[in-house]
């Protein structure tokens, strides 16, 4: 009698099991709703620059792998002497939320600063969204990070906060604009 109670119990576990696991594969395959934009008009334009800001390549094809073909980045330099970019935007539509949301929690395990003193900005459309600063040990300046993720769509500034270059405050107003930028498309119909 105790045998087959316990195989009625490792039954059950199984059952529960599989049906727990199918659930989120079928999520994975649910399919994004269709949206009257593509990855390049999520991208902030010279046009919505700052004044003295530029965008000399315009949008590339972002060379992450891991991220959906036809994801896409641009390249901003606070003047035409920057050594490198001193914002890169990258923008990312996936097939589905769930793949969106998997992207950004392995995205947002980079190790970095969270409380930034003077970082005041928050997305109130966002469903996720973190910003955090690391200092790499061959650079005496601290690189920022702001990951955002609209449904399917996922954002990614990196800011250099280079002295004489980049400031906090610039970087909080580009991530606003594309904020907008972004919130603006998706309500589009």
Not at 24 to 45: E, N, Q
Not at 124 to 150: G, M, Q
């Amino acid at each position: 009698m105790e045998i087959r109670r316990r195989e009625i119990l490792i039954c059950i576990v199984l059952l529960v099991t599989v049906v727990t696991i199918s659930g989120c594969i079928v999520r994975r395959l649910i399919p994004a709703p269709k949206r009257s934009f593509t990855t390049p008009d999520l991208l902030i334009t010279e046009a919505e620059l700052p004044l003295g800001w530029l965008a000399p390549s315009g949008p590339k094809k972002d060379t992450d792998n891991r991220k959906p073909v036809g994801s896409m980045q641009i390249n901003l330099y606070t003047s035409p002497g920057s050594t490198g970019a001193d914002i890169t935007q990258r923008a990312a539509i996936y097939p589905s939320v769930e793949q969106a949301k998997a992207h950004f929690s392995e995205d947002t395990q980079f190790p970095g600063e969270t409380e930034i003193k003077g970082w005041a900005f928050h997305s109130d459309k966002a469903d996720e969204e973190k910003f955090s600063c690391y200092t790499y040990s061959n650079v005496n300046y601290p690189i920022c990070t702001w990951w955002v993720r609209y449904q399917e769509v996922m954002i990614e500034v990196i800011g250099r906060l280079e002295p004489g270059h980049l400031s906090l405050e610039e970087m909080q107003t580009i991530v606003k604009t594309i904020d907008d930028k972004v919130v603006n498309k998706l309500d589009e119909k």
